[in-house]
Each structure stands twice: as C-alpha cells, then as structure tokens.
C-alpha cells in the first residue's frame, strides 16, 4: 500500500518473500526505492506518475530483489481515497510469465539437476513401481551407482532393483510403496549383488518425487559394504569366543571319561597275554578311545586350552621339514609350490602345533582342488604400521612374520567364509572330515598371540594369511634328546581324584611302577590323609577341579605343612593353570604318567611355556 507520494505504508508477507526484504526495511520508503538508475526512463517516469493520475492501472515492471537481481512482474493498481481526503493505491504484484525466460530457466534447472545426479559420490536410483508395488527397471541411475555395481549404464537399466537384490531385504523393497505412504520418508538397508557376484551394502533414504508428471521414487544410498564386513568380523570373533567356551566344557567332560576308558583298556592289556580271547575287543576300545580322545583335543586346541610347549623356531625350516611329507598327501595332479626367503623367520611357537596348522591347511587345500591345480606356500615379514581387524580380532601395528597358504580351487562366498572356522562346519560330503581342521588352526594361533584372515571367491581359490609376532632372538632352541631311563620308584604317592574310573587307573598304573598309592575322592579328604601321613608322603597328584576342595587350593595348604612336598596337577584343560606348577593334561597314557611322576621326584622336569 502506497500514499500518493509513493511512499510504502504496508507490505504483506508474500511480498516480502517475493522482493527478499523484511517489512521494517521498506516501511516509509519510496517506491522508486525499488527501481534501479540503470532501467528504462519510461518505466520510471510513466509507471509512477500514473499511481497520481489514474485510479487504475495494469502494467509490467521491472523492480530489484534485494540479492538476486532483477524481477520481471506484473503490477495492478487500485486507488482509493479515505475520509475523502487521503489517498492510498493497493497495488498487487504478480510474477510475469514469459514463456522463453521461463523455459530457458527450466532447461536451465534440468542441466544442473543432471550434473548433480551424475557427479555426486551417493549410490542414485530413480525407479517407478507397477500396479502390485513391485519396482520396474530403474528409469534412472548415475554412475556412482553404475560403479557401485559394475555394471554400464546401459545394461543395469535392465534391470529392476528386486532383481539385484539379496534375499533378506527383498520384503523391504516389496513394501516399499507401503512404508512411504505411512511416512513421507524411509530407510532401508540393501544387500545388492553385483556383476561379478559380490555383495555389496548400502543404507538408502527413499521418498516419493514427480518425475516428468508422474510419481517416481528417488533412493540416495550411502556404501557402508566396509562397514557391514567390520560389523561381520566383530559378530565372528563373538560367536567364535562363544563357541571356544562351550567347545572346552564340553572337552573337559569327555576327557574325564575317556582318560578312565583308555587307561583301564591300556592296564588291561598290560595284564593279559596277547592270545587272550578278549585282547583283540580290548584293543579295539583302547584305540577307538583314543580316536575319540584326539578328536576332543582338537575341540580343545579351538577353545584355546590346551597345554603348549613354546619356544623360539625358524619357521621357514618347519615349512621345509613338512614339504616332503605334504607332497605325498597331496597327489600329482598338485602342483606344490614353497616360496620361503633365505633368512631364517624366527617365532616363538610350539613345534607339533606348527606341524598342524601347516597340515591341516595343505590338506584342505587338497580338498578344494578335486581337479587338482596350485598350491603355494609362502612366508614373507610385514610391518604393519596400523592396527588392522582380522577374523581372530584387531592386530596391533608391529613386526609380524606372515605364513600364506594359496589355492585355485573352487573358493567359497561369503557366508561359508563366516562360517569356516565354528567346529563341526564343512562343506564336504558326510564321511569326509570333521570339520575340525580350521577349527584347529583358529585355535591355535589365537594360541600363539597370532591373527588369521581367509580371502576367496567361488572359482577363483582362496588364501589364508596367518600372522606370528616377530620373535627377536634369532638362536632356534633344540630339541633335547634324552635317553630312555628306568622309570620305577618306591615313593609314596597321595592321589586325589573324584572320578572313581580314573583314580582305579591312576592306582594301578603307579603300583605297576613300584609306587606306593594312597587314594582320596576329593581335595578335602586328601588333605585330611596328607595332614595324618605327611612325612611317608613323597608326592600328591591332584585333580584341578573336585568337590570340597580344588588340585590348586590342596597344592598351597599341603606345601605349606611340607615345602618339599612334590606336586603334580592333572586335568582336562589348562585355563587356571598357573606357569611354574607341574601339569599333565588329560587323557594321558601310562608311560606318559610315570615319566612325569619320576621326572619331577627327581627334580629333572623341565617346565614348558
């Protein structure tokens, strides 16, 4: 609203919105504030003067926007006089429609739309839905998109987003057109398979838009493919540390009962002549007992608790000395291939663990080669300068000698690969293998302070790297070898033991020996024998865990009555064992027993690592 002078009295608010400037600003400011030196004469000089001189009028100006340059606009004035003396004009100001301004400006628009769809770093998909909700081929992608998947424009445009899509969220794009009409916007998490068969991850925000007069539906996806392998290693390690928990109670169980069947099956047949008709049956329980054991230790070396022998040796002389017998499991349709540089790699390892993981890579190798094909075995020394997630946790930075281990065979996904290390898992037929073999070799170079990663893809092979700490000390330690010696003694030895088959077998496999025996069925009760008959008491073997009172807490109390007192711990797992305290892990065979009993009688026993 204007007085008759010009002077703006009142603006609305879409004004204000149309011009870019606030009420107050052009409150008692004359129109011609609004005109720039630089127009037409005539529109400032006939415009404004026929506010004065007509009570109406329609005609285009061109006025300033306060930052964006020119409007082109249509005006249209009506004067009225108040109290029949102040004269005021309403003025209503449209925007011009020009149909050449407003098409270039359009063309415009689109040109810079399209250069932003093509150039931006997000995952874009524009697509329609058919009748039942169900998404069409894509009407558009851009070439972050086209990359994402590997695919040429042309030829992902075929394709529809469900056809791209994983199992598991496929319900989500069905219900799509569901989801955005409850909400103006959604968010959806997509597993998409690429071209060459990966899996590739991206988190989407989708909404409704018009596209050329009908209702398209646009998706911005980020690439969190990185992030979901981080989150699929973390929730491995979990499950895997879950497992080795379950694998050793379950070991430590079936220990107890099988140490007391294969050693009553080895007493018996000490006892019996070999012509004896029950020898053979005998035999057969003895060495099917001990299968059984070796299976159970391996559900041990994956929990992580059993006993290791460490010190320093030269991997690549490991490597080497298991060459010739790996050649002869692998067969000639193999081509064996041991890549290992002349230095020697030093780590700090137990040697029959070693001889395992090696092994039990090489074999399952083989296994993906039925059509034989490349096996190579290789060491190298990295330096790893930060710290790096692997299946069997975050490796720190620092010297690391890598061990890799490589076919061609018939590789595996994804999902096998999250799967390949849980014991009992395998993909080969039933009765070819436990699927204990990378079991084992998880557990033991989680064992070993070590890391493990596995990389494949079907038809392709695949590569296990494994990563032991640099050892410094560049002398490999020897193997002792010390010769066969009498065995026999007459000490006295307490026994303390709650399962009654082992303490039968314990009993009798040291009185075959010379040894005096005294048995206890619990810690309490040992104590109470050892308290009365401590000085004819040479020595204690205890159970780690029984009723009453435990092998640990009997050691402390029984040394402390008598310091001299020998003590050797036996159990069926090594977690609360502490380093210095003789122990024997469970099943054990009679020769294995005497040893240890006569070694640390003597003070010769020799503690490992």
């Known amino acids: ?41 005539k529109l400032k000089d006939e415009t404004i003067p026929a506010l004065n001189n007509q009570s109406r009028i329609s005609t285009d100006i061109l006025i300033n926007h306060k930052s964006d340059g020119l409007l082109n606009l249509n005006v249209h004035v009506e004067k009225f006089i108040e109290d029949g003396s102040n004269t005021y004009f309403i003025c209503t100001l449209n925007t011009k429609n020009n149909s050449n301004d407003l098409s270039e400006k359009i063309n415009e628009l689109k040109v810079l739309f399209r250069s932003l769809f093509q150039k931006t770093s997000d995952v874009l998909f524009l697509i329609t839905t058919d009748e039942n ?83 398209a539906i646009l998706m911005i996806g980020k690439n969190i493919s990185e992030q979901k392998e981080l989150e699929n290693k973390l929730s491995q390690i979990e499950k895997l540390e879950a497992v080795g928990q379950l694998a050793g109670g379950i070991a430590h169980d079936f220990n107890n009962v099988l140490a007391g069947i294969s050693g009553l099956a080895e007493l018996a047949l000490r006892k019996m002549p070999e012509d004896h008709k029950a020898a053979a049956s005998i035999k057969t329980i003895y060495q099917k007992a001990n299968n059984t054991a070796n299976m159970v230790r391996q559900l041990v070396a994956f929990s992580r608790k059993q006993k290791l022998s460490t010190r320093t040796i030269d991997l690549n002389s490991v490597i080497k000395a298991n060459k010739t017998l790996l050649t002869r499991y692998l067969g000639e349709d193999i081509t064996f291939q041991v890549l290992l540089e002349s230095n020697p790699y030093i780590i700090k390892a137990d040697q029959a663990s070693l001889d395992q993981i090696i092994t039990n890579l090489c074999i399952n190798a083989r296994d993906a080669m039925p059509d034989g094909g490349d096996l190579i075995v290789k060491t190298k ?198 380093p210095g305290v003789p122990f024997l892990q469970k099943p054990f065979q009679t020769e294995e027993l005497a040893t240890y009993v006569r070694d640390i009688l003597d003070d010769t026993f020799v503690f490992t690592e």
């Open 133 to 215: 909700g169900l998404p069409n081929p894509f009407i558009d992608v851009n070439n972050t998109a086209c990359h994402f998947l590997g695919y040429a424009k042309k030829e992902l445009l075929e394709f529809s987003l469900l056809d791209l899509a994983e199992a598991e969220c496929r319900s989500d794009i069905i219900n799509l057109n569901d989801t955005l009409n409850a909400q103006a916007v959604c968010y959806l998490e997509l597993s998409l398979k690429r071209k060459n068969q990966d899996i590739v991850h991206t988190r989407v925000e989708a909404q409704y838009v018009n596209h050329e007069g009908r209702q």
């Open 1 to 41: 609203m204007l007085n008759e002078k010009g002077v703006i009295k009142y603006t609305n608010n879409p004004f204000s919105l149309l011009t870019g400037f606030d009420p107050l600003e052009l409150q008692n400011k004359n129109i011609k504030f609004f005109f720039n030196e630089g127009l037409p004469v």
């Open 381 to 578: 020394n990295i330096i790893l300068q930060n710290e790096r997630l692997t299946v069997t946790g975050k490796m720190p930075p620092g010297k690391y000698i890598c061990f890799t281990v490589s076919d061609t065979g018939l590789g595996m996904d994804n999902e096998t690969i999250r799967h390949i290390f849980e014991p009992f898992y395998t993909t080969k037929d039933i009765g070819y293998g436990t699927g204990l073999g990378l079991s084992i070799v998880y557990g033991l170079i989680k064992q070993h302070n070590g890391f493990i990663d596995c990389t494949s893809k079907v038809g392709e092979g695949t590569t296990f790297d494994m990563y032991f700490p640099w050892h410094a000390d560049s002398k490999t330690a020897e193997k002792s070898q010390q010769p066969k010696r009498d065995l026999k003694g007459n000490e006295t030895v307490l026994i303390a033991e709650d399962e009654a088959d082992l303490i039968l077998y314990l009993k009798e496999s040291l009185e075959l020996y010379g040894y005096n025996v005294m048995i206890a069925h619990n810690g309490a009760k040992a104590l109470e024998i050892f308290e009365q008959n401590h000085q004819k008491i040479d020595m204690i073997i205890s159970d780690v865990v029984m009723p009453e009172m435990g092998g640990i807490e009997l050691r402390l109390v029984a040394q402390n009555i008598k310091p001299q007192l020998k003590f050797l711990l036996i159990s069926a797992y090594t977690n609360r064992i502490e």
